[in-house]
């Protein structure tokens, strides 16, 4: 049900009235940040979470709100079952019709995040209709999925996991070769659609990126020191 004015004025006022300790500022994050168990096998650097992350943005005052990891939604769950079909491919007759199947994976994968950013955007407008201000997002860079300014080729991406046989597929050759080696400008398809469905409701969120390179080689990072990597929902330039 969209709440009326009248409704909302209501729920500020009760808000105001029994007044708590809650800062009413939340943070979209990107889910693996708060749950490395949803990354790809290889991906995860730690037990549990980003904890250096989940302090800084804490420490600001931003209540986390986790977003939903789009490839376990789309790609198979947790280990994203369908995105595995063409490792180790190369030289199968699969291999020769890669084009046509990852054309294909890019349009399913599209349609179920116009879905999940829509649900998104509705948490993001019931947050402000409670007098609770959304101030940003954090994204994940190199990911094909939650990258805000840099993502994953995936053509190239599978063809590097195509070429590798299974036995010589180790963590390094994941990490090294088939994420990093394959990043390029350009925003993740959630992070897309989510710019997209926030542009049309007129919202426009910061948007941060979490530096994956950074991350996989334990180098130390910040999020908010530096400017925002990007404002989401804005209109195009
Ligand atoms: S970057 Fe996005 S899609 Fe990839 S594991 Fe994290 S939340 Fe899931």
Same mark, same amino acid.
């Given at each position: 049900m969209i709440p009326t004015r009248r409704s909302r004025r209501r729920a500020l006022a009760l808000l105001d009235q029994l007044r708590?300790?809650?800062?009413r500022q939340v943070m979209l994050v990107s889910h693996c940040l708060l749950n490395?168990?949803? @990354?790809? +096998?290889?991906? +995860?650097? @730690?037990? +549990? +979470?980003?904890t250096e992350a989940v302090d800084e943005l804490v420490g600001a005052g931003y209540g986390l709100h986790q977003l939903p990891c789009p490839e376990q939604r789309a790609w198979g769950g947790v280990l994203k079952?369908?995105?595995?079909? %063409?490792?180790?491919?190369?030289?199968?007759?699969l291999f020769a019709v890669r084009g046509v199947l990852l054309g294909a994976f890019a349009a399913w994968t599209r349609l179920k995040y116009r879905r999940l950013a829509r649900q998104v955007v509705r948490d993001v407008v019931d947050y402000r209709r409670s007098?609770?201000?959304?101030?940003g997002i954090v994204g994940i860079g190199a990911?094909?999925?939650?990258?805000?300014t840099t993502t994953l080729d995936l053509h190239a991406s599978l063809d590097v996991l195509a070429a590798c046989p299974a036995a010589a597929l180790t963590r390094d050759v994941m990490n090294e070769q088939a994420v990093l080696g394959c990043r390029r400008p350009g925003e993740g398809m959630f992070i897309q659609a989510l710019d997209r469905r926030l542009a049309r409701r007129r919202i426009r969120l910061d948007a941060f990126e979490h530096d994956l390179a950074r991350e996989l080689r334990g180098e130390p990072q910040t %999020? %908010?020191?530096?400017?925002?990597a990007r404002t989401l929902g804005a209109p195009p330039g």
């Open positions: 708590d300790e809650r800062g490395q168990n949803t @990354r790809y +096998a290889g991906g +995860a650097t @730690r037990p +549990a +979470a980003i079952r369908h995105s595995l079909g %063409l490792h180790h491919s190369e030289g199968r007759p007098g609770i201000d959304v101030v990911s094909p999925s939650c990258g805000v %999020l %908010l020191t530096s400017r925002p």
